[in-house]
């Protein structure tokens, strides 16, 4: 082991004026240990900031994206669970708003054929603040 690490050392100058001019295999062997040992201590930090978050995500938190809808290429409304509470929250360019709060619930299995069913949830609230 030790005459293996041996091969990693830099020769000494008198061995250096009678090689001819070049890079030698050490040189190589100590650029890729070096490089491995950076991109190992790399992992080994990204591990430990996820040990030290609790396993979560960063930024997650209490909240999780229950579903969403898009209404056009840079709107959408999206449904929110924070702690026993459902946020129904519109999203444009430049802002967000809540739109809607209600008891966490829970949402139907299937909507329509071809229609998730956050949109049909979403349909039948519509439908049931709209004055007939």
Same mark, same amino acid.
Request: proline letters at 8%; hydrophobic letters at 50%.
């Given at each position: 082991?030790?005459?293996?690490?041996?091969?990693?050392?830099?020769?000494?100058?008198?061995?250096?004026?009678?090689?001819?001019? @070049? %890079?030698?295999? #050490?040189?190589?062997?100590?650029?890729? +240990?070096?490089?491995?040992?950076?991109?190992? &201590?790399? /992992? !080994?930090?990204?591990?430990?900031?996820?040990?030290?978050?609790?396993?979560?995500?960063?930024?997650?938190?209490?909240?999780?994206?229950?579903? @969403? %809808?898009?209404? #056009?290429?840079?709107?959408?409304?999206? +449904?929110?669970?924070?702690?026993?509470?459902? &946020?129904? /929250? !519109?999203?444009?360019?430049?802002?967000?708003?809540?739109?809607?709060?209600?008891?966490?619930?829970?949402?139907?299995?299937?909507?329509?054929? @071809?229609?998730?069913?956050?949109?049909?949830?979403?349909?039948?609230?519509?439908?049931?603040?709209?004055?007939?």
């Amino acid at each position: 082991m030790l005459r293996f690490l041996l091969l990693f050392l830099p020769l000494p100058a008198v061995a250096a004026e009678a090689a001819p001019p @070049g %890079v030698s295999a #050490g040189t190589y062997m100590q650029a890729a +240990l070096a490089l491995a040992l950076i991109v190992s &201590l790399l /992992v !080994g930090a990204a591990w430990l900031a996820r040990k030290v978050s609790g396993g979560k995500g960063f930024g997650q938190g209490g909240m999780r994206v229950v579903g @969403g %809808v898009a209404l #056009g290429p840079r709107e959408r409304i999206v +449904l929110l669970e924070i702690g026993e509470e459902w &946020l129904v /929250v !519109g999203i444009v360019p430049g802002q967000i708003r809540t739109l809607h709060r209600l008891p966490k619930g829970e949402l139907p299995a299937a909507g329509l054929p @071809g229609q998730p069913a956050f949109a049909q949830w979403l349909q039948n609230i519509k439908q049931r603040q709209t004055p007939a």
